[in-house]
Structure formats: C-alpha cells, structure tokens
C-alpha cells in the first residue's frame, strides 16, 4: 500500500476578498508564526510520515508555486497541477492529476481541502480505509458549531429559546478523505462525471450510486474551516501550532 497527499488550493476565495485580490486563500498566513493555512496541512502529512504531495493549484498559482518550491525545504518531494481547460472545479483538478498519470503507483491518496485545518489521526484514519476495504473514507465531525445564534420559535411567532451559536449534534464533512484511487478510475468510467465536477457534491453521491463502499471516520477534536474572512477572524490563533504540535519558538537569528 502507498499514498499520496493531494491538496485542493486552486479556488479564488471570493469570500475573503478583498484579501484574494492580491493572494490565493491557502496562502493566508495563520497561527503565532503567521504561516501560510497550506504549510500547516504540509508539516501534518508529514508528521504522519506521507511525503509524496500533489497540490492542485490555480487562481494566483505562482506564489504557490514559489514559496514551496520542490518542497525539500518542508522534507517532501511536491508537485502541482494548474488548473487547465476543460478540467475544472475540485473533482475536475483531481481528475487531471490522475490523467496525468501522477497518481501512478499509488493505492490511495489522501485528499485534503486547502482551506482546513485540523489534527486527525491520520494513522487511524489510513488504518480504517485500509482495514474496511473501503472505495473513500471520509473523516466526519459528529459535532459542528453552527456561527450564528438558533432561535425556537413556538405558536404565534412567539421565541420561546435563544442559543447562540450552539454545538449541533451533525455529522459534518470536515473536507478530509482517503480515496482508492482504482474506485476513482472505476467510477469516472461508469459515470457521466466529465472533467467538471465537485468531489464532495458530484464525486461521492455518484460512488454511493454505484454501491462502492464509502465510510466515515469520527473525528472528535476541533478543526479550522477557514473558508470565509468571518471564520478567519474567529480562529483562536494561539492554539493552532498546540493542535499540531509545531514548533512556532522564535528562530534564535531573531532579536525582538
């Protein structure tokens, strides 16, 4: 068994503009050290010991590009796949690499959205698509914390309760998967998927349909969808190196 890491950094990250206007959205600096979201996700694979990475990268792709380089500065081996036409959207990025033939010689890929940040197991989770013989196993929050406030509201209009933003008991898609990458291959050839499709809207419902085996696994610590300059604002900066165990000490070739 071999897998590769495959990261989704490609979108414009229209709801954190006017930021995207001048970088792509995996490339906002978070936690104490100001790293970019994308070098957090880089040292977690590696840390988990998976060091061969795809990043699929579009919208502002060359600060991507020249910041990691070949990624031996981070101790792994990295390419990128720029978005090109007709391929297009998340499903479509992913789609190209395996015609590219980069995911040749790999069981499973590790598919990871660029804009989340979250310390699973991914041993456990690698261990639980191995041991299922699952098609895709994907990792799954069984609480979310909804950002606004939930109101009752009874007879009459009448609000009978206020909670503000609650935790709800829902099995929320993280943004996080492990996929075999042959069921991949299996279910394009089956499908009328194309070379534009969502992996999470399109790519899994048609797995389901086509009876593959798809799982969950329960991820019960907290996670960062920083998808939005709102939730941006909200992430607790100070833990964020804590939850992936990264050394964030300042180098000693600093004076402050």
């Known amino acids: ?32 050290s100001e790293r970019p979201i994308l070098e ?9 010991s998976i060091s061969d990475i795809i990043i699929l990268v579009g919208y502002k792709w060359r600060q991507i590009t020249n910041y990691f380089g070949d990624g031996s500065r981070f101790n792994v081996k990295m ?12 499903g479509g990025a992913l789609r190209r690499a395996l015609d590219l033939g980069l995911l040749d010689g790999y069981s ?31 990792a799954v929050s069984s ?25 709800l008991n829902l099995n929320a898609n993280i943004g996080v998967l492990v996929l075999k990458i042959s069921s991949l291959k299996k279910v394009l050839e089956n499908s009328n998927l194309g070379f534009s499709f969502d992996i ?14 798809v799982k969950a696994y329960i991820h019960e610590d907290i996670w960062y969808d920083i998808g939005s300059i709102e939730r941006y604002e909200k992430i607790d900066h100070e833990k964020i190196e804590d939850l992936l165990e990264i050394n964030s000490s300042i180098p000693s070739y600093v004076y402050i």
């Open 200 to 213: 999470a809207g399109d790519l899994i419902p048609a797995m389901i349909r086509n009876g593959m085996k």
């Open 79 to 90: 390419k990128f796949v720029v978005d090109k036409h007709p391929y297009s959207n998340t």
């Open 143 to 167: 609480n979310y914390k909804v950002p606004v406030g939930v109101v009752s509201i009874g007879r009459d209009m009448n609000i009978l309760s206020m909670v503000e933003k609650p935790d």
């Open 40 to 48: 957090f996700i880089i040292l977690w694979m590696r840390k988990w």
């Open 1 to 32: 068994m071999s897998i590769i890491g495959v990261i989704l950094a490609g979108g414009e990250g229209k709801r954190f503009r006017p930021l995207t206007y001048y970088i792509p959205k995996s490339m906002i600096p978070v936690g104490r």
């Open 108 to 138: 499973d890929a590790l598919v990871w959205y660029g804009d989340i940040i979250a310390p699973i197991k991914l041993g456990e989770l690698i261990e639980k698509h191995y041991m299922s013989e699952s098609d895709v196993t994907i």
